[in-house]
Structures are given as C-alpha cells and as structure tokens.
C-alpha cells in the first residue's frame, strides 16, 4: 500500500503560500484534533478559542514555552489517543523526534520551522505520501485549481450557507456579480445556477453540503420565505429545503457528486440517517458520506449496501478511533460493493505533516483487516490487493472524474 498512487479525499489545506508564512512551532501540529481531546481531558479554554487556528496552539503572539507549559498537564493525559497519534509519527518520521516530551519540543519546533520553505506540499504530500491528488474543502476554487505542481489540489465546493441563506450578504454578493438586483427566490435560483456552474467549470470536482432535517421543499411558501430573509428575517426550514433541492436537482443534471458530512461533531443533528430522505428523493445524484456517520458507522454502512446512489467515504475516521474504524472495515467487506468504498482523507488544515502521520495509520489499519482475512482463508493476497488498490486510488479517482479534472 505504500507504493500505491493515494487519492486523499477531504483536506482544508490553505494554499503552500498561506503556511509559508504563518509562524510554525511544534504546536501548530496540535491545534485541531489534539486540542479537542486536550478540552475534552479537562483543560480550561481561554476566551474565544475556538478550533483550528483560533486557539493558543496556533497563537504565536505568546511566547512558546508559556503556551507549552499551559497544554503539557494535558498533552500528557491524551498522548495514547488516536488524535495525538498522526503527531507522533510525523514527528518521529519527518523530522526525527521520537518522542514530544518538555526536552524536545523547542528542538521540534526549530526543526519545523527551518523546513518550512517553498516545495513543502510537494515534498511531504507527493514524495512521502504518495497522495496524487487532495480533494481540498475550498470556496477558492479558481486559486486553488492554479496551484503547482498540476493535479495535487481538486476543489470541493462547500455550499451550505447558499442553501441555508443564513449570510444575507453573501446571497447580495452573488447578485451583485450577476448584476442583478435581490429581488425574489425565482431569480435568486437563477443567480445560483449560474454561479454553481461557474464553480463546476472553474475546476471543482464535487459540492459539500451537511446533514439536513426530512423537509419537504414547497416553492410557493418559500417564495414568501425569501422575501422575509431579504428583510432581515431568519429562513426557515421550508425555504432552506426548496434551495437545496434546487442544487441537488442540477447536481443530478451535471452529474456533480455530492459530499455530505455525516457525524461526527453534533452526533445528533448530524446523524448520518438524516441524509436518507436526501439519497431517496434524489436517485440521480451521487452521494458521498464523509466520516462514515461515526459514531454511527453501522447505519452508514448498511444505507451504501442499501442505495445505489449511496458511498462511504472514511475521512477522519483513523484519527477518530483505529479500533472502531477497523472494526468497521471488515463490516464494510462484508456489507457493501468494493466500489463504494473511498479508504483516505486526512481532514487537516495549516497542519499538513500530520496527513502524513494520519495515512500511516490508515494504511496500518486497512492492512491489519486485510491481513486478518487472508490469515482465516476469506481472502488471498490478489482479492487484499484489489480492494487497497479499489478504496485508496481508484474508487475516488472515478468518483471525481478526476482523470478530466486534475490533468
């Protein structure tokens, strides 16, 4: 699996540019995953942390070793966790610390900081990954489609709030680049289509959209709808539905996949059944479940044996849990046809070493139940490596379309 071409299926990496110049140390690698688990072992949040860069791992207006000193009681407590273990490796491997402890992270740092030059990307997603091609959550998708080398980046368009019409000042801005004026839900729609199209052209390979509650669209209330938004009101869940269908309709006409994320974050409002209602009404679209519904990984697995139009995608999953997300493999071998299965997707940001530590394990996993089933005679080496081959390259590959679209 390590030689094998790799499609990594869901990143929200900033352009190279971007990285190259925020200020890196060792804590950077820390900021999403592992400061969630550090929050969660009981470590006060300062005000207005929040995930990602917005927490003392990425602020580097505070000195270093007073933010280590703050995040080490806690560091310590989650270090055995799958979230801290993509560190670990990417430390160990890239950059040769075996173990980030009080006397190695400014060695650590220093050594992050000195490799952080132009050619990064490339150097530890194409030369030590392997990954061909990252499907990178991005409204940007004209910059990122413009990037070097070719083919590393492949836009996936998130287009939630164009449904959820929450931003009243992004509905005026597509309007705006329309030259239209906002008026009713009729030309908001046409606006959209436009735009939408625009996007496809300009080189994005699928649209991201989120677990919805089973509304049905209704053009005539949501006509009403709309113009109260323009008013100041909040939407409501008929207008939202009647906009999503809209998408998923030319979704279906343009044969554009659909990411859904599924899971995850808020385990209730983001169960992966809510996106049933979805895959059963519109059968011409291509539905990909990011994250494999975890926790709920059983239901996601039985609604892709169960749907056609339904696909699993296993982004985040290593890192949320290797013993669940194997067990869950095997599952997925017994349940659900070898090309519905996309196996990767780091789901990093400005951290880009951890991808690296994050393929690690997924290959580590996947390779354990492969390993497992040829060891019990369910499976010989040539079926193990057609479903590597299937799950980390070729499944999403065609999915994507991505022979047309990276070239």
């Known amino acids: 699996m390590a030689q094998l071409p790799t499609v990594d ?10 990285r ?8 950077t690698l820390l900021a999403s995953y592992a400061w969630v688990d550090m929050h969660s072992a009981g470590r006060p949040s300062r005000e207005g942390e929040t995930w990602g860069r917005g927490n003392i791992c990425r602020d580097t207006s505070i000195p270093l070793d007073e ?10 407590r989650i270090k055995y966790g799958s979230y801290f273990r993509p560190t670990a490796i990417a430390l160990r491997d890239i950059y040769g610390i075996d173990d980030l402890n009080e ?3 400014r060695d650590a740092s220093l050594r992050m900081a000195a490799a952080n030059t132009a050619g990064l990307y490339v150097r530890i997603l194409r030369d030590r990954c392997g990954i061909e091609t990252c499907l990178t959550q991005t409204d940007r998708v004209r910059e990122v489609k413009a ?7 492949a ?16 509905i005026a801005a597509l309007h705006q680049q329309a030259g239209e004026e906002v008026a009713g839900l009729d030309l908001y729609l046409e606006v959209l289509e436009r735009h939408l199209s625009d996007v496809r052209d300009q080189g994005a390979v699928a649209i991201k959209i989120g677990t919805e509650q089973p ?15 323009m008013d ?7 207008l939202k539905a009647t906009v999503l269908d809209f998408i998923l309709r030319k979704a279906a006409e343009w044969d554009w996949p659909v990411a859904v994320h599924t899971g995850v974050w808020d385990i209730l409002r983001m169960d992966p059944k809510l996106t049933i209602h979805l895959i059963e009404r519109h059968p011409g679209v291509r539905f990909e479940l990011y994250h494999l519904g975890f926790p709920n990984a059983r239901e996601c697995t039985f609604m892709a044996k169960g749907y056609p139009n339904a696909f699993l995608n296993l982004s985040w999953c290593y890192v949320g849990s290797e013993e669940m997300t194997r067990r869950s493999i095997g599952e997925i071998i017994d349940a659900v046809p070898a090309n519905k299965v996309f196996a990767f997707g780091a789901d990093y940001s400005l951290d880009v070493e951890n991808i690296y530590g994050h393929l690690v394990m997924a290959r580590e996993t996947l390779a354990r139940v492969l390993a497992d089933r040829i060891a019990c005679d369910r499976l010989d080496m040539d079926g193990a490596k057609e479903i590597a081959q299937l799950w980390l390259h070729d499944n999403p590959y065609e999915f994507h379309g991505l022979a047309t679209t990276v070239s």
């Not at 933010?67 to 310590?76: A, G, H, V």
């Not at 368009?157 to 992004?170: F, G, N, V, W």
């Open 232 to 238: 100041g009101s909040a939407p409501d869940e008929v």
């Open 20 to 27: 190259l110049g925020c200020d890196i140390d060792v804590l």
């Open 67 to 76: 933010r280590w000193d703050e995040i080490w009681p806690y560091l310590k």
């Open 155 to 170: 836009p996936t368009y998130p287009a939630a709030d164009l449904y959820r019409l929450e931003d009243t000042d992004r």
């Open 9 to 18: 299926c869901h990143e929200h990496l900033p352009l190279e540019t971007e």
């Open 147 to 153: 990037q070097r080398p070719v083919g590393l980046y």
């Open 215 to 229: 509304v049905l669209p209704d053009m005539a209330n949501a006509r009403a709808s709309y113009l109260e938004v």
């Open 103 to 105: 006397d190695t992270y």
